[in-house]
């Protein structure tokens, strides 16, 4: 790269790689460790005073050491550096650093769980075995000299993420090590392996082969794990003891959910096994450790217990709106609540899920509520009068059959019944000849207009049985909640960690 004295921007070089650089650059790149300007180009437009320059998060803290390089290239003395701005004035330019943002779709990129969850393992096992100290969310990654350093360990995990993606999962997983550390600080302290298996791997397989010959009761749930025990890892004190007790204890005689989580129960009393269920941790929030599902005071939450039939909210307008999905019952005006929505892609058919979200949580997600066991709760509390089934197959596919008078499914006649039970609900008037018009003209669409008008009319579907039931009965819209955060005697005991 030649050497030119620069004193406007029309002057400077429009691309800077490695390629481009001869070897004396690269020593004084090396000297200077200003990788940064190598790493991922740099550009400057044309015409303008103030260059604005995306760096790898990672090399912050070498932005001065750029300065003596860049006046020996643009063999200008007069160069300036202010840290506080992120800026280098060299001549008339001011050159601007910032952060290197990912070029993303939708909503950005999402950090896939397992590598959140191995995260944390990474973290809890240098703290537990490595006598790793981190007194702040920094130290993490700075954590960076000697074979065993944590910065490389993560990065391991997170392969193929920048550094700026890991530093996301810092305050979290300082947050998680330093509340789990106030109970549990010992080195007999693990992540549970078994035969080289998580314990979720564990209970999805080693249990299910020698306990549900027997049909695990009630409702088969530990055939799908997550539909009973949300803990993401699992930590146990002594593994090999605690293996034997679980030979011991899991047989082909345990019949039922119940003994199960009883046995949970007890290792979690005697502190030998602790199931963690991980949340991300809102910047400047402390995280805090609650167990749940190990007494029967932890199997309610205090302040859902307390939600009256004044404190829930049905956001239902979406039924008769637009093309939108999705329907809400806000509790305590959005503390809680449960977003009922289309399951899958709205550009094929699907039945409708129930998914809990929590506002102290930053992801918001409290879970989704387990289908089986929601639809027993309805029949529970609605006997006869629930007719409502969670199947899109059982609803109209075109605005003929929409329309027919008749039907083996439904008649135009039902759909007016439910409206009127709903109508109350929506903050927006509409007549039903309106709302039947609009479910027509989707049917008419065609493609994914077909799937949005199946879906508002099982939400309406949904809505009429159960408003018609339970309008004025707040513990079947807070069973839901406890449905979807899996708390009560159904579930496996855990400790959430948020």
Not at 56 to 73: E, M, S, T
Not at 94 to 106: A, M, R
Not at 128 to 144: G, Q, R, S, W, Y
């Amino acid at each position: 790269m030649a050497r030119k004295r620069a004193r406007n921007a029309k002057q400077v070089s429009a691309y800077i790689d490695r390629k481009q650089l001869s070897n004396a650059d690269r020593n004084l790149l090396k000297k200077f460790k200003a990788a940064l300007i190598v790493s991922d180009g740099m550009s400057i437009e044309p015409k303008v005073e103030v260059a604005e320059i995306a760096y790898d998060k990672k090399y912050k803290n070498q932005i001065p050491n750029l300065a003596d390089y860049l006046a020996n290239v643009f063999l200008d003395d007069d160069v300036v550096v202010d840290t506080k701005k992120s800026t280098i004035r060299v001549s008339k330019i001011n050159l601007k650093f910032s952060p290197k943002k990912e070029v993303t779709s939708g909503s950005g990129i999402v950090i896939n769980t397992q590598v959140q969850e191995e995260g944390t393992t990474v973290i809890l096992n240098q703290v537990l075995h490595h006598n790793k100290k981190f007194n702040k969310p920094e130290d993490i990654m700075n954590d960076n000299k000697g074979s065993n350093n944590t910065a490389d360990k993560l990065r391991d995990v997170f392969k193929g993420y920048d550094d700026d993606k890991i530093e996301e999962w810092t305050h979290s997983y300082y947050e998680q090590q330093k509340e789990f550390l106030k109970k549990f600080d010992s080195p007999n302290w693990d992540i549970f392996r078994y035969d080289n298996q998580s314990f979720v791997k564990f209970f999805e397989t080693h249990i299910r082969n020698r306990v549900l010959a027997r049909e695990m009761k009630p409702l088969d749930l530990v055939k799908k794990y997550t539909e009973w025990n949300p803990a993401d890892i699992w930590a146990v004190y002594k593994m090999n003891d605690v293996k034997k007790l679980i030979d011991k204890n899991i047989t082909p005689k345990t019949s039922n959910v119940i003994e199960l989580n009883n046995l949970l129960i007890n290792l979690f009393d005697d502190k030998k096994l602790i199931g963690l269920s991980l949340k991300k941790i809102a910047p400047r929030q402390e995280a805090r450790l609650k167990f749940v599902n190990i007494t029967p005071a932890n199997m309610k939450m205090a302040e859902i217990e307390k939600y009256k039939s004044k404190d829930i909210e049905f956001v239902v307008d979406n039924i008769f709106e637009g093309d939108a999905i999705a329907t809400t019952v806000k509790f305590d005006n959005g503390t809680f609540k449960i977003d009922i929505g289309h399951a899958g892609s709205r550009s094929q058919a699907g039945n409708l899920n129930f998914n809990t979200f929590i506002r102290a949580t930053p992801g918001a997600r409290g879970g989704l509520a387990p289908l089986v066991m929601l639809m027993k709760l309805l029949k529970d509390k609605g006997g006869s009068g629930i007719t409502f089934k969670n199947d899109h197959n059982k609803y109209p596919v075109s605005s003929e059959e929409f329309n027919k008078r008749t039907s083996s499914k439904y008649t135009t006649k039902d759909f007016e019944k439910y409206y009127k039970v709903v109508k109350p609900y929506f903050k927006k008037t509409q007549k039903y000849n309106q709302f039947e018009e609009h479910i027509t003209n989707l049917y008419n669409e065609g493609g994914k207009g077909i799937y949005i008008a199946q879906t508002k009319l099982m939400m309406l579907h949904f809505f009429h049985d159960t408003l018609k039931n339970n309008s004025k009965n707040p513990e079947f819209w807070t069973d839901i909640l406890y449905l979807g955060m899996k708390v009560g005697k159904d579930f496996a005991p855990h400790a959430k960690i948020s």
